[in-house]
């Protein structure tokens, strides 16, 4: 079949996912493999730029990849994934991107300056170029499309205004990407506050088992007015009725929302309902997680098979980019 175009996406190794990585990218992640090439990047170099991870880097690369594998992305159907160090053109094309990135427009993205106040102490150079790496990562595979969660919407544009950049000085040699969301771009964390992250201990990792799902649920605040059993609630406040929305059947969704209104059904019986519907929608990827950790090194073998698939585009285009920049 012929394939409308490539797919890129990264993820920095976080270890195991959660429902924020999965409902916001990784369900696109597999989907997209349908229509398109896809080349999916363990980021371990971006990684670097909060230094205190690096510890667990092996570890989490290897639990990430897989939930990459058990969620669905199959090297099979010509999928690409792959550690991104292991494919080092990344980093000449990152030296060469940095040469039209304007400082200010990095300086003043919003995800800098939220960078900037959580470590305030370790403010490298590295963190500054995040976004110029991560432009060199998708042009490296002169991707046309590139799942994300909102999160990473200004890094999106950004790629785009240098490609822009590099092709008006040097000739259309990069592609310039579409993000693509799903319909859960922000899921929020069991705080019902913030946008669910490791980093902020409100997740909620799809491979848990049925029991750790239903700890995780239960601590998720629902709507803060709804104090004792008998006030009635608002779904539409409740971050747990909007995880139902995604798991729940449709009919069971509108029950739940007018027993809630009414408080004909209380936030312990709701709770219990979604953490068993999440439960069973990870039961067949429990399993074939379970199957896939029985051979780490098959895990790592698809890594390695993956960067030398990788190695073969990049050395491609970082050709045609040199070639284009003039480098003799
Ligand atoms: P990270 O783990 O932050 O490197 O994110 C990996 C991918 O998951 C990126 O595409 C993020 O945009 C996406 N993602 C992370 N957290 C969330 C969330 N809470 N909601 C939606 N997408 C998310
Ligand atoms: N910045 C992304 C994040 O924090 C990870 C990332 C690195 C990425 N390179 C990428 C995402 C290329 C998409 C495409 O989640």
């Given at each position: 079949?012929?394939?409308?175009?490539?797919?890129?996406?990264?993820?920095?190794?976080?270890?195991?996912?959660?429902?924020?990585?999965?409902?916001?990218?990784?369900?696109?992640?597999?989907?997209?493999?349908?229509?398109?090439?896809?080349?999916?990047?363990?980021?371990?170099?971006?990684?670097?730029?909060?230094?205190?991870?690096?510890?667990?880097?092996?570890?989490?690369?290897?639990?990430?990849?897989?939930?990459?594998?058990?969620?669905?992305?199959?090297?099979?159907?010509?999928?690409?994934?792959?550690?991104?160090?292991?494919?080092?053109?990344?980093?000449?094309?990152?030296?060469?991107?940095?040469?039209?990135?304007?400082?200010?427009?990095?300086?003043?993205?919003?995800?800098?300056?939220?960078?900037?106040?959580?470590?305030?102490?370790?403010?490298?150079?590295?963190?500054?170029?995040?976004?110029?790496?991560?432009?060199?990562?998708?042009?490296?595979?002169?991707?046309?499309?590139?799942?994300?969660?909102?999160?990473?919407?200004?890094?999106?544009?950004?790629?785009?205004?240098?490609?822009?950049?590099?092709?008006?000085?040097?000739?259309?040699?990069?592609?310039?990407?579409?993000?693509?969301?799903?319909?859960?771009?922000?899921?929020?964390?069991?705080?019902?506050?913030?946008?669910?992250?490791?980093?902020?201990?409100?997740?909620?990792?799809?491979?848990?088992?049925?029991?750790?799902?239903?700890?995780?649920?239960?601590?998720?605040?629902?709507d803060?007015?709804r104090q004792r059993r008998g006030d009635p609630g608002r779904?539409?406040?409740?971050?747990?009725?909007?995880?139902?929305?995604?798991?729940?059947?449709?009919?069971?969704?509108?029950?739940?929302?007018s027993d809630c209104r009414t408080a004909g059904i209380g936030c312990?019986d709701c709770?219990?309902?979604?953490?068993?519907?999440?439960?069973?929608?990870?039961?067949?990827?429990?399993?074939?997680?379970?199957?896939?950790?029985?051979?780490?090194?098959?895990?790592?073998?698809?890594?390695?098979?993956?960067?030398?698939?990788?190695?073969?585009?990049?050395?491609?285009?970082?050709?045609?980019?040199?070639?284009?920049?003039?480098?003799?």
């Open positions: 079949m012929v394939k409308k175009g490539r797919v890129f996406s990264g993820a920095r190794p976080t270890g195991r996912q959660h429902l924020g990585n999965y409902l916001g990218a990784i369900k696109n992640y597999v989907t997209l493999q349908d229509d398109y090439d896809c080349v999916y990047s363990i980021v371990d170099l971006h990684a670097l730029t909060t230094l205190e991870d690096t510890a667990h880097l092996r570890e989490w690369t290897y639990e990430m990849a897989l939930d990459w594998l058990a969620a669905g992305m199959d090297p099979g159907r010509g999928t690409i994934v792959f550690v991104q160090s292991h494919v080092p053109q990344v980093t000449e094309l990152h030296t060469i991107l940095s040469m039209v990135t304007p400082l200010g427009k990095l300086t003043r993205l919003p995800t800098f300056k939220e960078k900037v106040r959580e470590q305030p102490d370790n403010v490298n150079y590295g963190l500054v170029g995040y976004p110029v790496l991560m432009c060199a990562d998708i042009t490296l595979y002169k991707a046309n499309a590139v799942p994300v969660g909102v999160d990473q919407a200004s890094h999106l544009e950004f790629t785009r205004e240098i490609v822009r950049t590099f092709n008006h000085h040097f000739g259309p040699v990069l592609v310039e990407p579409q993000a693509v969301y799903t319909e859960t771009p922000r899921v929020l964390g069991i705080d019902g506050v913030n946008k669910m992250s490791k980093s902020l201990d409100n997740h909620i990792e799809i491979a848990s088992s049925p029991e750790e799902i239903y700890e995780r649920v239960r601590m998720m605040v629902t803060p007015q779904p539409e406040v409740c971050n747990v009725f909007s995880l139902h929305q995604v798991f729940t059947p449709q009919e069971t969704v509108q029950q739940i929302d312990v709770k219990k309902m979604f953490a068993k519907n999440l439960a069973d929608y990870f039961a067949p990827f429990r399993e074939r997680r379970a199957r896939l950790a029985e051979n780490p090194d098959e895990v790592w073998e698809v890594l390695h098979r993956g960067a030398e698939k990788a190695g073969v585009i990049a050395s491609q285009v970082i050709d045609e980019v040199k070639g284009a920049v003039g480098l003799p």
